[in-house]
Every structure is written in structure tokens, then in C-alpha cells.
T-cell receptor
Framework: DTEVTQTPKHLVMGMTNKKSLKCEQH?????MYWYKQKAKKPPELMFV???????INESVPSRFSPECPNSSLLNLHLHALQPEDSALYLC????????????FGPGTRLTVT | DAKTTQPNSMESNEEEPVHLPCNHS???????IHWYRQLPSQGPEYVIH???SNVNNRMASLAIAEDRKSSTLILHRATLRDAAVYYC??????????FGTGTSLTVIP
């Protein structure tokens, strides 16, 4: 199984809402990633977890809160978002090390109203 | 983090070979060169990667310059399903993974 799943596929939320994005993989990968992608732009790295610990935070605003409850799951908790946060949010996983490829999920299309 | 430079767009005729270039003049000795592609409305998909030697797999070939400052992704026979944005990425030992601007490939029937 080389699949990374993400739920929901689409999410519309107001600026005062709290919601969560979920990501799951069962490939035994110990690195998991969140990316944000705006239309016609490349994905931007947000967070990296290694062995369920946050190892990279690319100066992401605190209204985005990642969580890695176990080696297969990755969450992104959203609170008080702004309309400019509307984007495609991609999750990925990989084995640790520069020679390993990443596997990406299909993404969650988020719209903040 | 080392950077990559790619042409914004390229065109190819269907069933012709395509050579997608990438410059990475600040590559370090331990950086692997990865290529991914992203089809419309999908997440990126791994294509191929290498360190120093040329690499082949069922999807493509990767030609790496001797000084490693550039590489070329080769699609041997472009099909309409190969129309995508192709990203060349340098992956270092720190698990960082930064996408460049990519090349948008159009395949003409």
C-alpha cells in the first residue's frame, strides 16, 4: 500500500471556525509533511515531523497547529483562519533520509469565507 | 537550502522525446536530485531521483551532469497523460524538501 489519504477532500470554513485536516499513511514512514499550495504556485513546506516529533516549522502562523498522534497519522488544526489561507493543503510521507522519495496525498481544498 | 532553476514552460509533440532541464549550481555533495510531477487537481507524484549516476525507471530517465550542477529529466515518448508541472528538487539530509517553480509541460497531439 503506497497511498497517503487525506480527509476531507474539500472544506469550507468561516474565519471563526475551528476545523482539522487529517492525513494517514500505512507505509511505515517516519517522516510526515504538511504543504500549502496556492493556485498556479509550487507547494510550500509548512511542517515536518520526524519520529512523531516536530522537526521543521517554516515560520507558519499559530492559527495552523500540527499534531502527529502516532506514526501513521498527521493532523492540521485550523483556527481563526483568514481568506488568504484558502489553498490546497497537501500531506506527504517518506522514509527518513535524502535518498527516499516522498508520497503525496491528493490534498484538501480549503476555502475560508 | 539549495535552489533549482527550471524553464517556466515547454511543449512537446505526442510520442516525441522530451528533455526537461534543471540547473542546481549550489548543490552540495550529499544532495539527491529528485523529480516530481503534478497533474492538474492532484498531489505531486514521484518520478525519479539520483545522486551522481544516470538513472532509469519505467517512467523516465535522469541524466546528471558530471559536476552535478545540472540535470535533465527525459521522457522517452511523451503522451497526453504526461502533461503536468515537473519539479526538480534537491533533497538534503535534513528532511527539508523545497519545490522550485517547476516546468509546465504541454503535450501537443
Amino acid at each position: 500500500d503506497t497511498e497517503v489519504t487525506q480527509t476531507p477532500k474539500h472544506l469550507v470554513m468561516g474565519m471563526t471556525n475551528k476545523k482539522s485536516l487529517k492525513c494517514e499513511q500505512h507505509m511505515g514512514h517516519r517522516a510526515m509533511y504538511w504543504y500549502k499550495q496556492k493556485a498556479k504556485k509550487p507547494p510550500e513546506l509548512m511542517f515536518v515531523y520526524s519520529y512523531e516529533k516536530l522537526s521543521i516549522n517554516e515560520s507558519v502562523p499559530s492559527r495552523f497547529s500540527p499534531e502527529c498522534p502516532n506514526s501513521s497519522l498527521l493532523n492540521l488544526h485550523l483556527h481563526a483562519l483568514q481568506p488568504e489561507d484558502s489553498a490546497l493543503y497537501l500531506c506527504a510521507s517518506s522514509q527518513l533520509g535524502s535518498l527516499y522519495e516522498q508520497y503525496f496525498g491528493p490534498g484538501t481544498r480549503l476555502t475560508v469565507t | 537550502d539549495a535552489k533549482t532553476t527550471q524553464p517556466n514552460s515547454m511543449e512537446s509533440n505526442e510520442e516525441e522525446p522530451v528533455h526537461l532541464p534543471c540547473n542546481h549550481s549550489t548543490i552540495s555533495g550529499t544532495d539527491y536530485i529528485h523529480w516530481y510531477r503534478q497533474l492538474p487537481s492532484q498531489g505531486p507524484e514521484y518520478v525519479i531521483h539520483g545522486l551522481t549516476s544516470n538513472v532509469n525507471n519505467r517512467m523516465a530517465s535522469l541524466a546528471i551532469a558530471e559536476d552535478r550542477k545540472s540535470s535533465t529529466l527525459i521522457l522517452h515518448r511523451a503522451t497526453l497523460r504526461d502533461a503536468a508541472v515537473y519539479y526538480c528538487i534537491l533533497r538534503d539530509v535534513g528532511n527539508q524538501f523545497y519545490f522550485g517553480t517547476g516546468t509546465s509541460l504541454t503535450v501537443i497531439p
